[in-house]
């Protein structure tokens, strides 16, 4: 169910930048279990900002038009939790992937592998900055200290325009004639092959996006306030 538009050449180079972002977030995740105290913190991190970004688009997760997305956002996209059993299933069948998938359906997955890859990065500098503060409930001043220390102003601004990019790609994905039917063909042989997590969320995502009608309002809002408390926490408020 390919859409026809890229090559083999570029659908190879497609699934090569997605195996190298599934690489580097498992990569990462490995080197931030090896030190049990450091793991500790960085699942206080991730509690911390996910309670967060529950708060930051409570609205939105009580939008009958917009709950299921924000739902998606925050539990599989831009997510706390660890994502290493759907990348890891990504990985096992990438090959069959690459020639069912249409193209918009790889890049999707190529776009969250990368902002998954890039958060991991951050949470991984994130905890290193805030050290010993992480054994102890974690203040909003803490935490924006934290975040100034580690900087990298671009890195922040390419990971909110990959949440920008992988909501407008799956939007696309999700008015694809055909591909619910796909989906459902999937559910059985993936789960019987052990990739659920996986079909789960792919199916996640699609009735998200699906059930918007368009996804303008919500990424629009969505990237508005990342951005805004991006430039609170950096300190470009004060200037």
């Known amino acids: 169910m390919s859409d026809a538009t890229d090559t083999p050449l570029e659908r190879e180079a497609g699934a090569a930048t997605l195996a190298h972002w599934l690489t580097e977030a498992r990569e990462l995740r490995r080197a931030a279990g090896t030190d049990p105290l450091r793991a500790a913190r960085r699942a206080r991190l991730r509690e911390f900002q996910a309670a967060r970004l529950a708060a930051t688009h409570a609205d939105l997760l009580a939008s009958p038009r917009y709950r299921h997305a924000a739902s998606f956002f925050l539990s599989d996209l831009y997510s706390p939790r660890d994502l290493s059993t759907r990348d890891s299933e990504i990985e096992r069948v990438l090959p069959i992937m690459t020639r069912l998938l249409p193209d918009s359906g790889l890049r999707a997955l190529s776009l969250a592998a990368e902002l998954d890859a890039l958060s991991e990065r951050f949470d991984g500098a994130m905890t290193d900055a805030l050290g010993p503060r992480l054994d102890a409930p974690l203040s909003e001043a803490d935490y924006a200290d934290a975040y100034r220390q580690v900087g990298d102003h671009a890195g922040r601004a390419h990971q909110i325009a990959l949440i920008r990019a992988t909501g407008e790609m799956l939007d696309r994905l999700a008015h694809k004639p055909g591909l619910r039917t796909l989906l459902k063909t999937m559910r059985k042989p993936a789960q019987l ?16 996006f699906r059930s ?14 990342e951005q805004q408390l991006a430039e609170t926490l950096s300190g470009s408020n004060d200037k």
């Not at 092959?193 to 699609?206: I, M, N, S, V």
Request: proline share 0%; net charge negative.
């Open 193 to 208: 092959a052990g990739l659920g997590e996986l079909q789960t969320f792919l199916e996640r995502g699609f009735d998200a």
């Open 212 to 225: 918007m009608r368009s996804a303008d309002e919500f990424l629009h809002l969505v990237i508005e306030r």
